[in-house]
């Protein structure tokens, strides 16, 4: 499966570079193209991507404006002319950093270095997978919460709540180690939202239906969710 991305640059002739290389990687499929990281922003906050093309010296917000912004930050490639951020680009762990013009061997490098760091997050994930439950911490005990109990769990900035059939958790963590965490019957369709398939009772164009809750499904999640489906 390709992995969504999107590039983030303020230079016209950067973005035109970055998105045909994209296009022509079998391995990536480009979502957006932002001139700025507020653009940049308002797309992240809609779909869930898997890795931003970045730059760092915008106007306005800064790359790493941008990457203090997000509550879950996917991978990050940084784009810059510059060689000076690379102590900055540690801190925030980013994937690989580039320096611009990108020629298209160091740019499939990046992508082998992107496609590796998802195959190890991948690898989790299915370990994860073999389980049935989750221990949440709550009132200094952990709690035993079977996967079959889950309907959705929603991102609530730095915490998650995870509703499940007769109560609602809320727990310090992320909604991607989550996804990491979970067994297969689950699906992020938003930003915000992680489901259990199982729990669906209906779906309408951009909206799905868990117990009584109306969850939004964005444009990204939406082939990957009818591909999990058992549609006739």
């Not at 990050?76 to 298209?104: G, H, N, R």
Request: hydrophobic share 40%.
């Amino acid at each position: 499966m390709a992995l969504k991305c999107i590039v983030v640059d303020d230079e016209m002739m950067s973005r035109k570079s970055l998105q045909r290389l994209c296009e022509q990687h079998e391995s990536l499929r480009l979502v957006a193209v932002c001139e700025d990281a507020t653009q940049a922003l308002k797309l992240l906050a809609d779909d869930d991507i898997d890795l931003i093309w970045l730059d760092v010296e915008m106007p306005g917000l800064s790359g790493f404006d941008l990457l203090e912004r997000l509550t879950t930050t996917p991978q990050v490639v940084l784009t810059t002319t510059k060689t000076e951020y690379a102590f900055d680009a540690f801190q925030y762990q980013v994937t690989d950093y580039l320096k611009k013009p990108v020629s298209q061997p160091r740019f499939k490098l990046a992508v082998e270095k992107v496609l590796e760091t998802e195959a190890r997050s991948r690898n989790v994930h299915t370990q994860a997978g073999d389980q049935k439950a989750i221990y949440i911490k709550a009132d200094g005990r952990y709690i035993r919460v079977s996967y079959d109990s889950i309907l959705y769990i929603e991102n609530a900035g730095d915490y998650v709540k995870i509703v499940t059939t007769n109560q609602t958790f809320v727990a310090y963590t992320t909604m991607k180690s989550l996804e990491e965490k979970l067994g297969a019957q689950f699906l992020r369709v938003h930003r915000s939202y992680i489901i259990h398939l199982d729990k669906i009772v209906d779906i309408e164009e951009s909206n799905l239906v868990v117990a009584t809750k109306v969850i939004p499904i964005s444009r990204a999640n939406k082939a990957e969710l009818m591909n999990r489906l058992n549609l006739l």
